[in-house]
């Protein structure tokens, strides 16, 4: 195979014939413009051409080729302007599209197996369409237009980018290739940033693990002496990516913890935060300061009760996926059984029907007495298919009530489970309410308190009161109208998130038991509709055989040369 364009003497940097001014300058793109209108089309019989072999074929031969079944593409020189037509190449490693009219990378993720991919001498603008590939090793865009370094997140298994003759600008682009880990050849040549001062030190700094740079062996020397030079910048940058990897991971735990809390459903952390943002007459209390101490411990018992709440949930929730776990592998034991059983019937039968046919090539068929001989085992085969038929009737009949019996017996045990769960989540929102109840026990209490307060303050005593409150104040039904309107908001919330919960569980409980026994329907009709198709098949299998001798004898008797 072609060396790599990151190694010397690169075969994409060396080829280059196509009608352009090499990293795309505007006589080359007009000059493309003008030829796609011409551009030749990847088209299957392009593919087919170009399916790379291990050794020389004719045209002829390559029309035998399964063309996606292909490890190899090469579309180097074509005049393609545009990548399509490669959905299905499930097996495909290699592709080389380099020295053609491109001007976009697109229409490549299906090639999620690709390891080597060649895009040099194009006209490229931007780095994109490569999210899939997560396989890549190899890379090379080398003499394109590239003027940034991105949308290479994803590839995390590339050891070799080739990016020369390119339009990139900066030294601080190349850090944006810290991130690919295992990135050990890199060609930046031919860019302005290989330029610039420092332009080798910096990379080798900061590009951990370098081998080759710019067709050039790293020194370990090297290396050493450019991690000495931004000594002080690299431990700022360890120190800030140390800072993001920890984020990273406390993001992705607290994540992963409230999928496994919705899946548990008791994703109420939120709750109470809720209640209160979404309730009108709780902002009216906020210039009163009667409610603080009150909400604070209502915070407190909130906090507890729902991590004790969310404890018991996800108990129940493994101990449910226990129960379905161990509903499917006895499921899976009597499936298996039965198919054993299926299995031994049908070898018996093609086993028997083997000897038929070896008898039949070695049998006289001019003698009365064979022609006998074989018809009376097509009919014993006939009689043997017939049993063999009840008996695989009977077997899915024994798996039908089989799976009947299992099916009965979990629903009942998970059932048992989502009433647990529901007890809890019933006893949780009970418990909801009563702490909700003395909350506004507390600030009904307090609000008399501030109200009696301010009816036997003195005028200049007043002042202390927010101007908003002493409206309020001047009428103390509305006073406590606020407080109890309060109140049937939260209330009314709390027996919404429950009533939501508890639809949740019925609902996925109902879903899953239909669904349990949808499949169990489509795997019956399908298992009887093959245990019909075989029996039929056999029959007339049957049929051909003895039609087969019966030519045989009349030829035999007839003279008749064959």
């Known amino acids: 195979s072609a060396a790599h364009p990151c190694f010397p003497m690169p075969h994409g940097e060396m080829q280059c014939t196509q009608p352009s001014v090499p990293s795309g300058t505007s006589d080359g793109e007009n000059n493309t413009n003008t030829k796609d209108a011409l551009a030749a089309v990847l088209d299957e019989d392009m593919i087919r051409e170009c399916v790379q072999v291990s050794v020389p ?26 990548i399509d037509n490669l959905v299905g190449f499930s097996q495909l490693t290699k592709l080389q599209l380099d020295n053609n009219r491109l001007r976009k990378v697109e229409h490549l993720d299906e090639l999620v197996t690709l390891e080597w991919l060649d895009l040099s001498f194009n006209f490229i603008t931007k780095i994109e369409g490569l999210e899939k590939l997560v396989e890549l090793t190899d890379l090379s865009l080398f003499n394109n237009q590239l003027t940034k370094l991105e949308n290479m997140d994803t590839l995390t298994n590339l050891q070799v980018l080739s990016l020369g003759n390119n339009k990139l600008e900066g030294l601080e682009q190349a850090m944006y290739l810290r991130r690919l880990k295992k990135l050990h050849v890199l060609n930046l040549s031919g860019n302005p940033l290989a330029e610039e001062a420092d332009y080798t ?30 000594h002080d910048e690299i431990l700022e940058l ?64 909130f906090a507890s009760l729902t991590e004790e709440f969310k404890r018991q949930m996800v108990e129940h929730y493994n101990a ?19 198919d054993e059983k299926s299995v031994a019937f049908i070898q018996q039968f093609q086993t028997q029907k ?31 298919l017939q049993t063999i038929e009840d008996e695989l009737m009977g077997l899915e009949l024994n798996q039908g009530d089989a799976f009947e019996e299992i099916l009965r017996k979990f629903e009942t045990l ?39 307060e301010y009816l036997h ?50 609902s996925r409980l109902e879903h899953m038991m239909s669904t349990l026994s949808a499949d169990e329907d489509m795997r019956h009709s399908d298992r009887v509709m093959e245990i019909w198709n075989f029996v039929d098949c056999a029959r007339r299998e049957l049929t051909d055989i003895r039609d087969a001798f019966v030519d045989e004898a009349e030829i035999a008797k007839g003279g008749i040369d064959v």
């Open 57 to 82: 074929i004719g045209r002829e031969a390559r029309r035998d080729i399964d063309i996606y079944q292909a490890t190899s593409l090469v579309f180097s020189f074509r005049g393609l302007a545009r």
């Open 414 to 452: 998970y059932r048992e489970l989502v009433n647990v769960v529901l007890e809890t989540v019933q006893n949780y929102f009970g418990r909801l309410r009563d702490l909700e109840t003395s909350y506004s026990d507390a600030c009904t209490v307090s609000a008399q308190e501030t109200y009696e």
């Open 320 to 338: 449910k996926q226990e129960e379905e776990a161990k509903f499917r592998r006895a499921m899976e034991e009597a499936k298996t059984k039965s």
């Open 238 to 301: 360890e120190g800030q990516e140390a800072e993001e990897l920890v984020r990273r991971k406390e993001e992705g735990e607290r994540e992963g913890n409230i999928k496994h809390l919705q899946a548990a459903n008791c994703a109420v952390d939120n709750l109470l935060e809720d209640m209160f943002e979404n309730d009108p007459e709780a902002s009216k209390l906020k210039v009163f300061d009667f409610w603080v101490e009150p909400r604070e411990e209502y915070q407190q018992k």
């Open 201 to 230: 030190a910096y990379l080798l700094a900061f590009i951990k693990g370098l081998k080759y740079l710019d067709y050039r062996r790293v020194s370990e020397a090297a290396m050493a002496a450019a991690r000495e030079q931004f």
């Open 457 to 506: 303050s003195m005028a200049e005593d007043r002042d202390q009161f927010h101007r908003e409150a002493v409206v309020i104040l001047q009428d103390k039904d509305r006073l406590l109208s606020i407080v109890s309107n309060s109140r049937d908001a939260h209330i009314t919330k709390i027996y919404q998130v429950e009533d939501e919960i508890v639809t949740h569980e019925n």
């Open 354 to 384: 083997r000897t038929i046919k070896r008898d039949f090539y070695h049998t006289d068929a001019s003698t009365h007495d064979s022609t006998t001989r074989v018809a009376k085992q097509i009919d014993e085969m006939r009689n043997m």
